[in-house]
């Protein structure tokens, strides 16, 4: 059983193990073999029995969690501020556990000399590296389990456990001793070798070294790594340092001799305990704040400001602060916005600023939830604090600012029937909502002009005069398809055999002929026909052209659909007025498509007596 503190235990290997994991197989018999074997929970003083798989991102195992973190922390890798001792311990493995595991697995490598698979993933493989590089840290030996050796042992020990010695259970008599290099071959006296990887002289950085004894006869260490100072043992000095090597049980104690001065580590360690450690906070603004966009509109001004405490004299007006900010929004989470086609709609702002104060400048209107993270850097120490569960909510304009910003009453009347002129879900002329106003049909329309086809934009979602502004560019393509529908029906073969048709029955009652024309859209006309586009014109009329093809809720998309006018028709013959007979001419009429006869599955069919019925 493991008397290590629960703090300074080695990672459990198995636990982080699948049945067939793609890092490293396992037999789920293995787990249980070495406890009975061994009369233990574990090789890690942990119960093995149960493969768990690898830790991961959102991983709910807290107390491996919590391992894994202090072993990063010790290493010197960065986790941010939080936990209880603003170290980054806190049970969570997010986005900085995930991004310290990446940049372990980039500098350290498998124990067969490969290196590690970068995936941000603590496997059985990158738990063994992090267990074999916390030794001189946490605990004096660790023993990589023989399952990833093929049955070979591989033991990392401190340097004082070297110069007390290596005792092996059946070790036999060592006779010769090689060269001076990394790798030294002794021959036992049964005749068969024994290859020994002598690892370089000790480094402060590194405070522990690795011994690899290739020999599957030779078992695992026993808990009382010692020398034996009674037995014959030999002396070799060398460049690697001084080897020890006796008879019986002990077969190889490496010791360093030169200490070599560090290199500079690319993540500072923790400062010792008796050493101050600063604490990066924010101070504003809190969590759970809510600001406004206004109803100009424009970006709420957001005063953030950060402070570095546990340190005399304070630092930071000096210091270097990076800013992140970062707005999310989703319009699936409002009502009426599951179907709005730009569902995600993000904003991302970093600026970096000399002492604690930040007032971000936006180039957007964006609202959603606000979240804050500041970073610095003080005395080597990476700190980062974060704010979260901030809102950007949206607020209404003022009715005469509508009113001002569309050029004439009838997109007015539009505004008012669309959406009472509110952008955002919130009382009218100043009201406050954190979502903006889609449409009830769930078609995704957003905002004062009820913007659907083409599908709003995140500034048109937001913004709110740049909705207006997309609502008339809408009514002016839907005017000019209006103004264009009188050549349409002259030009459809459908339209040249009704006149034909009129004409027949004209020689048939013995009349002349006529040259028919059809007038022009007056004003009014042309006006409620636009109001009709804007709405979306839909549905089949005379001169309708069939395509085959079926829009985005199931329709059959229609050349020349139905428009708010048609040819006026008595029966199946066209209806003419102010017939001369003597200059053989007449004139065809139109008429309002009766709000019964527009399709009643496909905008509003009475839209155009609304919006007419509307206080602009």
Sequence with gaps: MSTLPDEHKPLPIFRLCNKINPQFEVDPAFSRERKESKGEEGPDGEDDTIAEGALSFGDKRKDVIKRLQSMLRDLGFFLGNTGPNKDGVDEVFGDLTRKAVREFQEKNKHVDGNPLKVDGLVGPITADALNRKVVGLWYDKYETPKEMTNGKTFLTVTSKRLIDGLEFKNGDKIEDVGTKTGTERRTRTDGRAAFVNIPPPLRA??????????????????????????????????????????????????????????????????????????????????????????????????????????????????????????????????????????????????????????????SSIRGGTLTLIVRATVNRNHLEARVEDITIAGTNPDRADVRAALPHDTLRRIAFVESGRKQFNAPENGGIGTCPLFSRDNLGGAGIMQLTVPPPTPDQIWNWRENVAGGILKFNSSLGVARRYRAVVLASKEFAADVDRFNQARRTAGMPELALTLPEFTPDQLDDDAIRGYNGFAGTGRYSICTNRKDRNGNIIFLFPLHEFRVAMNGNDLRAININNTARTGELVWEHVPVRERPQNSGNPNYVNDVRAANP
């Design 205 to 362: 950085e590194d405070q522990s070294s690795e011994v690899q004894i290739f020999d599957t006869e030779l078992e695992s260490a026993g808990e009382g790594l010692r020398f034996e100072e009674d037995k014959k043992k030999e002396r070799i000095t060398n460049e690697e340092g001084v080897i020890k090597v006796a008879q019986g049980k002990t077969l190889l104690a490496l010791v360093g001799r030169d200490v070599i001065p560090a290199k500079p580590h690319a993540h500072p360690p923790r400062a010792p305990p008796s050493s101050p450690l600063p604490i990066l906070e924010i101070v504003s603004p809190a969590p759970g704040t809510r600001f406004a966009i206004t109803g100009q509109p424009a970006m709420p001004v957001i005063n953030a400001e950060a402070r570095i405490t546990g340190l005399n004299p304070d630092p930071t007006l000096t210091t270097s602060f990076e800013w992140t900010l970062q707005i999310r929004f989703q319009a699936s989470g409002c009502p009426n916005g599951r179907q709005v086609r730009n569902n995600q709609i993000d904003l991302d702002l970093v600026q970096t600023v000399t002492g604690g104060r930040f007032t971000p400048s936006f």
